[in-house]
């Protein structure tokens, strides 16, 4: 995460609940806030505590629905009603 990239108190919270969702793939969060995996990753170790952190870890370990690349070909995009529409 570049140091001078600040969220709002709302935005974590929607990385947060984005990151924990199966079906929402980390790219569908790189898109809209501009994380990479590995940043997700940081901030959930530091918005999370050690043992939440440690069972989102193990859940998202090799979790298909999370990597766009892996997934099902007839896997569809799940959007939350929270999610605010991308616009352009």
């Given at each position: ?44 170790r530091k918005e999370m505590s050690a043992s939440s952190f440690k069972m989102w870890r193990k859940r998202m370990n090799k ?26």
């Amino acid at each position: 995460m570049q140091k001078n990239q600040q969220f709002s108190a709302e935005e974590i919270d929607r990385i947060v609940e984005m990151a924990w969702e199966d079906r929402t793939p980390f790219d569908a969060i790189e898109t809209q806030f501009g994380l990479k995996e590995k940043d997700v990753i940081k901030l959930m170790r530091k918005e999370m505590s050690a043992s939440s952190f440690k069972m989102w870890r193990k859940r998202m370990n090799k979790r298909a629905t999370k990597h766009s690349a892996s997934r099902r070909g007839d896997a569809k995009r799940f959007r939350s009603p929270m999610q605010k529409p991308l616009t352009y």
